[in-house]
């Protein structure tokens, strides 16, 4: 029983996102919603449940289905004095509004010699392990980070969910919210009044002493999951959570890799042109002498992301994957 009573208390990750919008729209009138079917039906992972309901259609918008009607319309909004989040359904339709992403919301500030901000925020469901196929499972924080101008956070868990939404919206410079598909019904402790986490501030999620595991979103609790298994086997795993990719948090990182000397990156986004190349690059400029082995990157096959359960396993980071490379670095 006491179980049951402690999971009631729990916050579920689509509860926390619909929770951490609606804590920034009660403090600040000008933060307002857009998106497709955001408003009575809750969103389509209900992570915008009873927000029209607070807070009426004068701030939650339903929109056509148009990525680039969506992110135009926030951008619009954003430089003319409000603060939109901004939902497009499936991190993989950020393609569709790629020019206003990519080459228009980010330069604004610097174009106009900080005349003109974009306080913005896009959020977007994100990652595989689902079996929704090639054009609704990609990992596409790596499409994001190519972009200067860009924040770019991905929270892990509810807490997490609900401190950086609220870092994101008061944030000046427009922010990329990835909320990853995989999480959505995993549980956690409910954050607390006020909570707010810096962008850019990585989060040491277990301590170990032999090999530094560095993860995102949802490779974090699999990347616990492997620290647990190796931990049976004498291997003292620490696991880093990076939370952001911009701001990136490499002192985190660094004092960790000062610690164990080994240094492995999981990562779902494809190996080619993964998040993971960047942080090891600047390991490689600013921490190479804390090294004592190569360094091991785990990420996603290079190949569009299949539909069935047995491909897509071979293709994304698991469990295994991650132990029998923390495993055979360990021993190097």
Same mark, same amino acid.
Request: aromatic share 6%; net charge negative; proline share 6%.
């Given at each position: 029983?006491?179980?049951?009573?402690?999971d009631r208390d729990l916050l579920t990750y689509r509860e926390a996102v619909a929770e951490g919008?609606?804590?920034?729209?009660?403090?600040?009138?000008?933060?307002?919603?857009?998106?497709?079917?955001?408003? #009575?039906?809750?969103?389509?992972?209900?992570?915008?449940?009873?927000?029209?309901?607070? @807070?009426?259609?004068?701030?939650? +918008?339903?929109?056509?289905?148009?990525?680039?009607?969506?992110?135009? #319309?926030?951008?619009? %909004?954003?430089?003319?004095?409000?603060?939109?989040?901004?939902?497009?359904? @499936?991190?993989?339709?950020?393609?569709?509004? +790629?020019?206003?992403?990519? *080459?228009?919301?980010?330069?604004?500030?610097?174009?106009?010699?900080?005349?003109?901000?974009?306080?913005?925020?896009?959020?977007?469901?994100?990652?595989?392990?689902?079996?929704?196929?090639?054009?609704?499972?990609?990992?596409?924080? *790596? +499409?994001?980070?190519?972009?200067?101008?860009?924040?770019? #956070?991905?929270?892990?868990?509810?807490?997490?969910?609900?401190?950086?939404?609220?870092?994101?919206?008061?944030?000046?410079?427009?922010?990329?919210?990835?909320?990853?598909?995989?999480?959505?019904?995993?549980?956690?402790?409910? %954050?607390?009044?006020?909570?707010?986490?810096?962008?850019?501030?990585?989060?040491?999620?277990?301590?170990? #002493?032999?090999?530094?595991?560095?993860?995102?979103?949802?490779?974090?609790?699999?990347?616990?999951?492997?620290?647990?298994?190796?931990?049976?086997?004498?291997?003292?795993?620490?696991?880093?959570?990076?939370?952001?990719?911009?701001?990136?948090?490499? %002192?985190?990182?660094?004092?960790?890799?000062?610690?164990?000397?080994?240094?492995?990156?999981?990562?779902? *986004?494809?190996?080619?042109?993964? +998040?993971?190349?960047?942080?090891?690059?600047?390991?490689?400029?600013?921490? @190479?002498?804390?090294?004592?082995?190569?360094?091991?990157?785990?990420?996603?096959?290079?190949?569009?992301?299949?539909?069935?359960?047995?491909?897509?396993?071979?293709?994304?980071?698991?469990?295994?994957?991650?132990? %029998?490379?923390?495993?055979?670095?360990?021993?190097?």
């Amino acid at each position: 029983m006491a179980d049951v009573s402690t999971d009631r208390d729990l916050l579920t990750y689509r509860e926390a996102v619909a929770e951490g919008i609606a804590r920034e729209m009660r403090r600040d009138p000008d933060v307002v919603c857009l998106g497709e079917d955001i408003g #009575a039906a809750g969103g389509v992972f209900k992570t915008t449940a009873g927000l029209l309901k607070e @807070f009426g259609p004068e701030r939650v +918008w339903d929109t056509p289905i148009s990525e680039q009607a969506i992110v135009g #319309a926030a951008m619009g %909004a954003a430089m003319t004095g409000l603060r939109p989040v901004a939902e497009i359904m @499936f991190s993989d339709f950020l393609a569709c509004c +790629w020019d206003y992403l990519a *080459n228009e919301i980010p330069k604004v500030r610097y174009m106009t010699g900080g005349q003109v901000t974009v306080p913005l925020v896009v959020r977007t469901a994100n990652g595989g392990g689902l079996g929704f196929g090639a054009q609704h499972s990609q990992a596409t924080e *790596n +499409w994001a980070l190519t972009v200067p101008g860009l924040k770019i #956070a991905a929270p892990a868990t509810p807490s997490d969910v609900i401190g950086m939404m609220a870092a994101a919206v008061r944030s000046d410079d427009p922010v990329v919210f990835f909320e990853h598909k995989g999480l959505l019904a995993s549980r956690g402790a409910p %954050a607390p009044p006020d909570h707010v986490v810096e962008l850019g501030r990585a989060a040491v999620v277990r301590e170990g #002493a032999d090999v530094t595991l560095v993860a995102l979103a949802a490779m974090v609790p699999l990347a616990l999951t492997a620290a647990s298994r190796l931990a049976q086997e004498g291997i003292d795993v620490e696991v880093v959570d990076l939370r952001c990719l911009v701001p990136l948090d490499m %002192a985190t990182v660094l004092a960790s890799l000062a610690k164990t000397s080994r240094l492995v990156t999981v990562e779902e *986004n494809p190996y080619q042109g993964g +998040w993971g190349a960047t942080l090891v690059a600047v390991v490689a400029d600013e921490g @190479f002498g804390l090294l004592d082995a190569p360094v091991r990157r785990i990420a996603g096959e290079c190949v569009p992301l299949p539909f069935a359960d047995a491909l897509e396993e071979r293709v994304i980071p698991t469990a295994d994957k991650v132990v %029998a490379a923390v495993r055979s670095l360990a021993a190097y």
